[in-house]
C-alpha cells in the first residue's frame, strides 16, 4: 500500500515549456486534490476532483489544468510555464462523504522554472 | 485575505518543555480543524483534528485547544522532543465539501 504517489520529484523547466505532473492514489479514495506550498503562504488549492469525472478549481487555478484519468489518477498540467509557478507541488487524496476530513498527501514535485 | 492565519512564522523550545502553536480563522463557516506535521522533502501528515462541537482533543503528546468566540485554536506539544523539529500547518474545513484551508505554517525547533 503506497499510499499517494507523485512523478517527477524533481523538474526544471524553461519558461514557456510544457509538463504534466502525474499523481495516483491506492486507497480509493473518491477525491483527489492539488496544493502548492510557497514559503510563508502554507499550502494553496489549485484543483481538486471530488470524483472520477469530475473537476473543480481551487484558489489558484490560473496556469494550470488537470485530468482525473480514472479514480486512481489526478494529473496537473502546466502548458507555457512560467517562473512564478516555481514551487513544491503536492497531490492528496481523502474518502468522501461525512466524517471523513482527513486528506493524505504525496511526497510533492519541486518545480523550478527557469 | 487569509482566512487561515499562523502569526509566528517559527519558534524555539527546549527538549522537555512545552511547545505551542497557535492558528486564528476569520470564517466563522469552518467546522472542523486539523493540524498537520511536514518534515523536509516529505508531503504534510495528519497529527490531530477537531471538530467545532468541542473545545479540546488529546492524543499522546499532543493536545488541540478550540476557543469558537476568539476563532483560535492552539497545539500543545508536551514534552517537546528533538523529532518533533518539523513545520506545523493549521486546517480548517468548511460545512459542505471537503476542501481545506490551510495557515502559513509555523517551524518548530526543539533544541536538545
Known amino acids: 500500500n503506497a499510499g499517494v504517489t507523485q512523478t517527477p520529484k524533481f523538474q526544471v523547466l524553461k519558461t514557456g515549456q510544457s509538463m504534466t505532473l502525474q499523481c495516483a492514489q491506492d486507497m480509493n479514495h473518491n477525491s483527489m486534490y492539488w496544493y502548492r506550498q510557497d514559503p510563508g503562504m502554507g499550502l494553496r488549492l489549485i484543483y481538486y476532483?471530488?470524483?472520477?469525472?469530475?473537476?473543480d478549481k481551487g484558489e489558484v487555478p490560473n496556469g494550470y489544468n488537470v485530468s482525473r484519468l480514472n479514480k486512481r489518477e489526478f494529473s496537473l498540467r502546466l502548458e507555457s510555464a512560467a517562473p512564478s509557478q516555481t514551487s513544491v507541488y503536492f497531490c492528496a487524496s481523502s474518502p468522501q462523504g461525512a466524517g471523513y476530513n482527513e486528506q493524505f498527501f504525496g511526497p510533492g514535485t519541486r518545480l523550478t522554472v527557469l | 485575505d487569509q482566512q487561515v492565519k499562523q502569526n509566528s512564522p517559527s519558534l524555539s523550545v527546549q527538549e522537555g518543555r512545552i511547545s505551542i502553536l497557535n492558528c486564528d480563522y476569520t470564517n466563522s463557516m469552518f467546522d472542523y480543524f486539523l493540524w498537520y506535521k511536514k518534515y523536509p522533502a516529505e508531503g504534510p501528515t495528519f497529527l490531530i483534528s477537531i471538530s467545532s462541537i468541542k473545545d479540546k482533543n488529546e492524543d499522546g503528546r499532543f493536545t488541540v485547544f478550540l476557543n469558537k468566540s476568539a476563532k483560535h485554536l492552539s497545539l500543545h506539544i508536551v514534552p517537546s522532543q528533538p523529532g518533533d523539529s518539523a513545520v506545523y500547518f493549521c486546517a480548517a474545513k468548511g460545512i459542505s465539501g471537503n476542501m481545506l484551508t490551510f495557515g502559513g505554517g509555523t517551524r518548530l525547533m526543539v533544541k536538545p
Open positions: 476532483s471530488a470524483s472520477e469525472g469530475t473537476t
